[in-house]
């Protein structure tokens, strides 16, 4: 069993890591769990669940969940027989936060099971490590809905596994290089960005392979990305020749040119490759 908090921290960073901006969705969600601790508490068989953070089974969390919906279809007449937050089950805002869990449990599971390969395997080779890591499969994946409906069957489960694996990676990138932009160092997780140096779609051999990431600050991340910056064989900053036009500009030479030529921060373990370095840089514009 999960210790509470930490389990809530994690739900908390998964769930305003994917809240779109301006969306209330992540605050109500928690709200909605802390609330429905409440009612469940007095539930005959669901007193269990007055703490759902103790809760880390998907099977008992999907039973919860259908239980949820059947009373919400009940009003007055099942559990929510009173006017605490009444707005909260007649939104469906329990069942909605209660499935966003779900999903997130399902997400947390299986990086527990990359971490474990991760923590025994850290001196296989990362190209090896990398496809190690991707044929796992994911338990429970029939019940994640992470992506819009036009997807189905196979294209769909594809799909889902890339979104899941891309959540882990960025994960691992991020901790690889103590949760600082390697170019600036700044520390603030909601702009750091996991960057792969050869882009998923071209490599799928080395989509996890931790030797293929750097972590950005979301303005690094997007130059990056359009190969308007990249990095050398001695790990420092290049610039794109294109960005000629904005050396006049203030704010361009305090994030940019004042970092040309400095080696980026280093990664704990896994120093980036070079090889895909080199790639990256024959994109250079």
């Known amino acids: ?8 921290n994690e739900f908390e960073n998964y769930i305003y890591s994917n809240n779109r901006p301006g969306s209330n969705k992540a605050p109500s969600y928690l709200k ?13 068989h669901f007193d269990k669940f007055k703490n759902i953070y103790r809760i880390d089974s998907v099977p008992e969390i999907i039973k919860l969940y259908n239980f949820i919906l059947d009373q919400q279809k009940l009003g007055d007449k099942g559990i929510f027989n009173d006017n605490f937050k009444r707005s909260y089950w007649q939104s469906r805002f329990y ?9 997130f449990l399902i997400i ?8 474990q390969i991760l923590s025994k395997e850290l001196m296989t080779n990362p190209k090896e ?14 019940d994640l809905d992470l992506e819009p409906d036009r997807f189905e069957g196979k294209e769909r489960m594809q799909m889902i596994s890339a ?3 891309q959540y882990f990676f960025r994960k691992m990138i991020l901790n690889n290089f103590n949760c600082q932009c390697c170019i600036n160092g700044l520390n603030i997780p909601d702009v750091l960005r996991a960057s792969h140096i050869v882009a ?3 490599d799928k051999e080395n989509r996890l392979n931790p030797e293929n990431g750097l972590c950005l600050s979301a303005t690094y991340d997007a130059a990056f990305d359009r190969h308007l910056i990249t990095i050398d064989d001695d790990y420092r900053l290049v610039l794109g020749k294109s ?43």
Not at 1 to 8: A, I, L, N, V
Not at 95 to 103: E, G, H, P, T
Not at 108 to 115: A, G, I, S
Not at 129 to 142: C, F
């Open 129 to 142: 490590l990398s496809k190690l890591l991707l044929k796992q499969d994911i338990d429970n994946i029939d």
């Open 243 to 285: 960005l000629k036009e904005y050396t006049n500009n203030q704010a361009f030479k305090q994030h940019f040119k004042e970092y040309e030529g400095k080696q980026i921060l280093l990664p704990k373990r896994n120093l980036p490759d070079k090889d895909f370095l080199e790639k990256h840089r024959k994109k250079l514009q």
């Open 1 to 8: 069993m999960p210790e509470t908090c930490s389990m809530k």
């Open 163 to 165: 979104r899941v694996n």
């Open 32 to 44: 909605a769990l802390e609330y429905l601790e409440r009612v469940l508490n007095g539930v005959k």
């Open 108 to 115: 947390y599971h299986h990086e527990r099971k990359l971490n």
């Open 95 to 103: 069942s909605a936060a209660i499935n966003s869990y779900k999903q």
């Open 200 to 202: 998923w779609s071209e």
